[in-house]
């Protein structure tokens, strides 16, 4: 039987054309995309005083207090994407380029003028945003992750635009699981950690829903 020859695609400049306008199309929707979770982002206030904490933006002047206190296998264990061991250059590429994304919104958690650990929400396609935290170990239970937790969450109930807010933590992180809880979080599923860092790992996945009233 004759076999049938398949003519390889000739890239004639109309197919150019063609191909060049659809990765303009996708571009375009990626940029849009990106500003739109970058003005989501933006309606979080840039500074949230609390009783005894201010969170606020990183920056390069935290590079100390990052190195001493991020540079601890007990806070690393226990989350998806700290660098262990914690360097300058980790601390510096955190307020430089994480800090910046579009996708994220880091506080300081600053106590006297000093950073004592970091909170934050980060932003996904499709899934409410997601709230995570470490505190410096010498600053562990006394409240203070409470604290800011609450003013994260009451700032950004504030804003209307988070309807849910999601959390995640390792099924053996009792403190995290407790101070999400007295936040009012929900537990809404068991999952396993796809992070390198805990990949395997059984986690809880929590939610919180903002008030009618707010
Ligand atoms: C989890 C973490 C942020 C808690 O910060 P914190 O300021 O000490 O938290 P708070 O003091 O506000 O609340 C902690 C609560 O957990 C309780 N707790 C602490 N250790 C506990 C343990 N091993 N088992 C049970 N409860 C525990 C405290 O008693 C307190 O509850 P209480 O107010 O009813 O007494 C801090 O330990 C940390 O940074 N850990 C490492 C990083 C981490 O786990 N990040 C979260 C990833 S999901």
Do not use: C
């Not at 004639?12 to 849009?32: C, D």
């Not at 601890?72 to 262990?84: D, V, W």
């Not at 996708?103 to 709230?131: K, M, Q």
């Amino acid at each position: 039987m004759k076999k049938l020859k398949v003519a390889a695609p000739v890239a004639t400049p109309a197919l150019q054309r063609a191909q060049g306008t659809e990765r303009s199309i996708a571009e375009l929707a990626e940029a849009t995309r990106r500003l739109t979770m970058r003005r989501v982002r933006d309606l979080l206030p840039g500074k949230i005083a609390t009783k005894r904490l201010v969170l606020r933006a990183p920056i390069r002047g935290d590079v100390p207090d990052l190195m001493r206190l991020a540079d601890n296998k007990a806070i690393a264990e226990k989350l998806a994407r700290l660098p262990s061991p914690y360097t300058r250059a980790d601390a510096v590429g955190f307020i430089e380029i994480f800090a910046q994304r579009a996708d994220e919104r880091p506080y300081a958690i600053t106590l006297n003028e000093h950073l004592i650990g970091v909170i934050g929400l980060s932003f996904h396609d499709g899934r409410p945003p997601e709230l995570g935290y470490w505190l410096g170990e010498p600053f562990w239970g006394k409240g203070f992750m409470t604290e800011a937790g609450r003013a994260l969450i009451d700032a950004a109930h504030k804003t209307g635009h988070y309807q849910t807010i999601g959390a995640r933590a390792l099924a053996d992180n009792a403190a995290s699981l407790k101070v999400l809880e007295k936040l009012g979080f929900k537990r809404t599923g068991k999952a396993r950690s796809e992070a390198s860092a805990t990949l395997g790992k059984p986690i809880v996945l929590l939610e919180l829903q903002r008030p009618r009233w707010m």
